[in-house]
Structure formats: C-alpha cells, structure tokens
C-alpha cells in the first residue's frame, strides 16, 4: 500500500470513530474567531462583523469619535495613528480577546504602514466614507455589511500594495 492508500485508510478509520461532541467551548470559539487576525487580512472582516454582532452603546458612541480625528489628521504620523486607532477600535469593539490582541499586537505596524501611505501618493488609502461604511454597518448591527465595507477599506489598498512589491511582503 503506497503513502496515499495509508493515508486513506487512516482517514477512512478517523471518520468512522467520530462522534458528536460537546459544542466548541468559549476559548475555542475566541480562537477560531481571531485566527486570521492580522489587520490586513481577514481579522479586519472578522472583527468588523464581530462587532457588528456584539458592540455597545459605549462601544458605538468610542467607535464615532475615531473617524473625526482620522479625517481631521494632516501630519503623517498622526495621520497613521488615528487610523490604527479606529481599527483598534472596531476589534475592541467586536469583544474578542484573541482579535483585539493581534490588533494590539500589529497596532505599531499599522500605524507605521498607514502613515506610509499617506506619504506615498502612488498607494490609495480608503476615504473618510469607506470608514464611515463600516461604523454605520456595525452601528446598525448588520455582521455583513460590516464585513464586506471593512474589505473595502482594507483590500484596494493591499492590492496595489502587492503589485507594487510583486506580492512579497514589505
């Protein structure tokens, strides 16, 4: 029997041992939750739908004062740090340890990537209403509006990013 029939066989014997379990624990759905937690990929998706689901009014009311000071940012440096601000916010605002960690954790990228892309005219960075779409989406409790206005502020800008670079990371 060759690799691929042992590996069969094996699956074959794992299927049939299998049995309906507990339902997946609070930890193990915090996981699943933020295991694509980077900012730039699905975490902003994830978390955006999220909190959509699971925001406060407090949440709500934090979550509206972010885009003002974005929009208001001239400085590059302030600039990227009101950007990663808001997004900080939308995984905070999604109640998800593991995502609101990875965000913390790529906060300091963020903000030096966004202020980047305000200095480098060839890269687009999503507006003032791409933002505004994810906080009305999440606002008005709606996971897949949220999700696909946070794919549209984060997507365009990481596809020029990767043609610029020939899709190698930077």
Do not use: C, K, W, Y
């Not at 014997?13 to 295991?35: E, H, I, Y």
């Not at 959509?52 to 979550?63: F, N, P, Q, S, V």
């Not at 202020?115 to 791409?130: F, H, Q, W």
Request: no cysteine; aromatic share 2%.
């Amino acid at each position: 029997m060759g690799v691929s029939g042992d590996f069969e066989s094996s699956a074959r014997r794992v299927d049939r041992r299998r049995r309906p379990g507990p339902a997946p624990s609070a930890g193990q759905r915090r996981f699943l939750d933020g295991r694509h937690a980077h900012p730039g990929g699905d975490g902003a998706r994830r978390a955006a739908r999220l909190a959509a689901r699971r925001r406060t009014d407090a949440d709500l009311a934090r979550l509206a004062e972010l885009p003002r000071a974005r929009d208001a940012a001239v400085d590059p440096d302030e600039f990227g740090a009101a950007d990663a601000a808001f997004h900080l916010g939308v995984a905070e605002a999604s109640g998800n340890p593991v995502l609101i960690e990875a965000m913390r954790f790529s906060i300091g990228r963020l903000r030096e990537s966004m202020r980047d892309i305000r200095l480098d005219r060839d890269v687009p960075e999503a507006g003032p209403a791409a933002h505004r779409a994810v906080l009305d989406a999440i606002a008005a409790r709606d996971p897949e509006a949220a999700a696909a206005a946070a794919a549209a502020v984060v997507e365009p800008t990481l596809a020029v990013l990767e043609s610029l670079t020939g899709g190698a990371p930077r």
